[in-house]
Nanobody, 122 residues
Framework: QMKVEESGGGLVQPGGSLRLSCAAS????????MGWYRQDPGKQRELVAS???????NYATSVQGRFTISRDNGGNTVYLQMNSLKPEDTALYYC????????????????WGQGTQVTVSS
């Protein structure tokens, strides 16, 4: 069993802040990486931020300096702190978990959350 569930989206004014949360739960050996992606109608889904098992982070240029990805609970929970939000940040935000299903698995598996809507508007 595997479940990825994100929350924390909402409506915020430009310049405001939101924190998104994502929890991965179920039966799996380990998490290889977790990340946040976003997609708005008419645009391709894009990487916002990612956090690998070794602690390496990556950010989209458009959010660098404003967003921060972090984790706790042994890496099973990931957060996205979003500050200085802009209207162009409006999108459906998805959490992605790349997991090793069992200890000796040769492959990783990808699971996605259902998405949480972030709308930045006055």
């Amino acid at each position: 069993q595997m479940k990825v569930e994100e929350s924390g989206g909402g409506l915020v004014q430009p310049g405001g802040s939101l924190r998104l949360s994502c929890a991965a739960s179920g039966s799996f050996a380990s998490i290889v990486a977790m990340g946040w992606y976003r997609q708005d109608p008419g645009k391709q889904r894009e990487l916002v931020a990612s956090l690998s098992r070794d602690g390496t982070t990556n950010y989209a240029t458009s959010v660098q300096g404003r967003f921060t990805i972090s984790r706790d609970n042994g890496g099973n929970t990931v957060y996205l702190q979003m500050n200085s939000l802009k209207p162009e940040d409006t999108a459906l935000y998805y959490c992605k978990a790349d997991i090793q299903p069992w200890a000796h698995s040769r492959y990783s598996e990808v699971y996605w959350g259902q998405g949480t809507q972030v709308t930045v508007s006055s």
